[in-house]
């Protein structure tokens, strides 16, 4: 009865979506394809955020951020997938795993804080459109960027 498990899991083996290597092959463009849109998209919101002028308000700053976020919690686990769809022995060591497990998380709480932040930034251009310029100043939208991060990765 005190005998216990004292293995150490050093890998997990992805078993895959199938066993067909035209299936697989398919499954990689079509991931390919949806990674490299979600990569161009979100770096054309950020490219088009920042050298706009006319786009330097809160919103748009949150949008740009919300959309770096988006970049991160891809790019923390698609590559890997990706890369794995055209392996035959598909991977990933224990460290690996908890790492993107880690990010995953980390930036999902940023992202929920920013989207939180979006709509109260919203609110107050609603519903309090006269005073929206004083409390939404550009540090108070930086500090709340850095919040969202501490926030996400406590």
């Known amino acids: 009865m005190s005998e216990a498990n004292h293995s150490v899991v050093s890998e997990f083996v992805f078993l895959g979506l199938s066993n067909s290597w035209t299936t697989q092959l398919f ?19 950020v490219l088009t955020v920042t050298s706009d002028p006319h786009l330097h308000s809160p919103m748009y700053f949150l949008l740009a951020n919300l959309s770096i976020v988006n970049l991160v919690c891809s790019s923390s686990t698609a590559p890997k997938m990706i ?16 790492t993107q497990i880690f990010f995953i998380h980390a930036v999902g709480g940023t992202e929920m804080v920013l989207l939180i932040a979006m709509a109260f930034d919203r609110y107050v251009a609603i519903c309090k459109l006269l005073h929206y310029l004083t409390i939404m100043s550009p540090q108070k939208c930086i500090l709340v960027l850095v919040a969202s991060w501490i926030i996400g990765f406590i």
């Open 83 to 98: 890369y794995d769809l055209l392996r035959r022995r598909k991977t990933i060591s224990f460290g690996g795993c908890i």
């Open 27 to 45: 499954l990689f463009l079509f991931s390919c394809m949806f990674y490299v849109a979600n990569v161009f998209g979100n770096f054309l919101i």
